[in-house]
């Protein structure tokens, strides 16, 4: 497989450390503010973004659904709201975020339904055609190897089964485009420094984001990890995308 930009693209390009463990250590230390840096940057799109991201399974109707890269549980505690499958289960690199999103799903009384586990993308514990739906939300840009890691969720999903894949872009109008560098490169490094304890994981968003396929060569690269269907939708003028794939 040949490399994809994005797995060039490291957190901490001086260290040593390959980008698996870069992104751990990354989002350990951004954990507390992740949440709230998330509202600021999308000025607080990301909830109705979620929301459309598990609209597009609610035909489904799954009942055992995998988050990966879940974070601090968000998607994985709206996919219960929205979906009310049976079972979830949340998987992330960072211990740290996992820590926040287990306050999140006891707070709301939902351990009986949705577990987070500590794990690789690239490498999920799970045995084939283990879940009805996958979910990942602002995940795979951070994949060390991007088609290893779609080729593992085409694995352990069902035959039938459907991935949904919410990912931030860049727009592709010009004007806009100028727009969204001065945001991203400009605003959101400012906040950083005012509200994130890591402003270097600010500077890596729009990096990683710049390098990430999108549209037509996103629906591709699934179509080659073994996925149909494919149907891609953006949200304020591109600097989101979803990706919509069948098993």
Known sequence: MSEIECEKVLP??????????????????????YDT???????????????ETLRSLKDLHPQRLLDIATGTA???????????????????????????????????NLLNVITLKQGDSLNLEFDDASFDAITVAFGVRNFADLQKG?????????????????????????????GYKIYTRGFIPVMAKLVAKDLRAYEYLPESIAACPQGERMASLLRQCGFSSVKVRTFMFGACSLYVANK
């Open 12 to 33: 901490y390009a001086s260290e040593g450390n390959n980008k698996t463990e870069q992104v751990e250590e990354m989002f350990d230390k951004i954990a507390e503010q």
């Open 37 to 51: 840096m998330n509202g600021l940057m999308s000025l607080y799109q990301d909830r109705y973004w979620r929301r």
């Open 74 to 108: 968000d998607l994985a505690i709206n996919a219960y709201e929205e979906l009310e499958p049976k079972e979830i289960i949340g998987v992330d690199l960072s211990e740290n975020m996992l820590k926040m999103g287990r306050k999140k799903v006891e707070a709301k």
């Open 150 to 178: 779609l080729s593992e969720m085409n694995r352990v999903l069902k035959e039938g089964g459907r991935a949904a894949i919410l990912e931030l872009s860049e727009p592709t109008n010009p004007l806009i485009k100028l």
